[in-house]
Nanobody
Framework: VQLQASGGGLVQEGDSLRLSCASSGRTFSTYVIGWFRQAPGKEREFVAVISWTGSGTYYADSVKGRFTISRDKVKNTVYLQMNSLKPEDTAVYHC????????????????WGQGTQVTVSS
């Protein structure tokens, strides 16, 4: 499955952004989709994940209560709504797909999008 992440940009602290992870593949709706981020000089870290049904979600503690992951099966897209953004949210955000259960480890994901840059200024 091919993934295309978009929606990043330069915003101020406290602003919101919505990232999209789209796919043209017909099997996209059967994958668990995760969002990860990687800041300069740091390892890629888990942000959020959603089950293939959309009924199960899980978040990193650092974004819980501020970020919301959702999916639209008609549009073959998974969204990451990011509110109350902080400078420490600055990173390249990647979406990834797995046939496994809800997992939060980079190595559990088989397919990755190219990433979209999010920069939050203070």
């Amino acid at each position: 499955v091919q993934l295309q992440a978009s929606g990043g940009g330069l915003v101020q602290e406290g602003d919101s952004l919505r990232l999209s992870c789209a796919s043209s593949g017909r099997t996209f709706s059967t994958y668990v989709i995760g969002w990860f981020r990687q800041a300069p000089g740091k390892e890629r870290e888990f942000v959020a994940v959603i089950s293939w049904t959309g009924s199960g979600t899980y978040y990193a503690d650092s974004v819980k209560g501020r970020f919301t992951i959702s999916r639209d099966k008609v549009k073959n897209t998974v969204y990451l709504q990011m509110n109350s953004l902080k400078p420490e949210d600055t990173a390249v955000y990647h979406c990834a797909a797995t046939k496994s259960y809800i997992v939060m480890t980079v190595g559990d994901y088989s397919y990755w999008g190219q990433g979209t840059q999010v920069t939050v200024s203070s």
